[in-house]
């Protein structure tokens, strides 16, 4: 079993799951040490993740912190993807993690020009950004953001999930980033409660920033108290 508190209290740990994961018993994992996970909505611009809407409930129930992605085809229409992603998961609830738009699969981008790559991703971003009046972010690997989208500084105020499995210590953080903000440092872990193996993750912070991350809860004005005449 893999540890999944390693490297330490520096990290949260975390997983993402799709349809492929098929049945999971999210009570085992959020027993587990599992603090976080990253749930596929949708992909494209009419593929909907058929294991999304249990998922997202069940994961919900426990109250582990959830959040959406929306994994992209540059060759699709942009608004189409993003209104796709928004109708299917609905409006964000207290206490989800900002939703997350999945950039890979570079044999995809070849046909379009380097200059106007990181356009695409910017404008699905900025639609749903706008709808939800929440930042999204953005899950790419090094490798991508350099040869792929040429690190693009108009992506750097996103924050960033990065993928790269490495022995070392840290992920290398692509330019225009300094920093990761979620590390998917494994693709085939394995965690109580998901039969098959699933993608590991840590968070860079603690329970409270977690948190803070997170869609607060609505704030509640006190009600004045009736004052006698």
Known sequence: MNNLNAPGARFLSGIDVSSY??????????????????????EG??????GFAQ????????????????????????????NFFLHTVGEP?????????????PEEWVGIP?????????????????????????????????????????????????????????????SPWTAWTFWQHMGKGRVPGVALPVDLNWFNGTAGDLQALAVAAPQISPVPPVVAS
């Open 114 to 174: 380097a200059a106007a790559r990181a356009a695409l991703a910017i404008k699905w971003l900025e639609i749903v950004e706008t709808r939800l009046n929440l930042a999204p972010i953005v899950y790419l690997s090094p490798a991508f953001m350099i040869e792929t989208l040429r690190n693009a500084s108009a992506l750097g105020r996103y924050r960033l999930w990065l993928a790269e499995y490495t022995s070392a210590a840290a992920p290398r953080v692509p």
């Open 45 to 50: 611009s009419s593929c909907a993740d058929h």
């Open 93 to 105: 609830q207290p206490g989800d993690l900002p939703p997350a738009l999945d950039l890979e699969a």
């Open 21 to 42: 994961q098929r049945t999971v018993d999210w009570t085992a994992v959020a027993g587990s040490g599992i603090q976080f996970c990253y749930i596929k909505a949708t």
């Open 55 to 82: 998922h997202w409930r069940r994961a919900g129930e426990t109250g582990l912190a959830r959040g959406a992605y929306h994994f992209f085809h540059p060759t699709m229409p942009v608004t189409t993807q993003a």
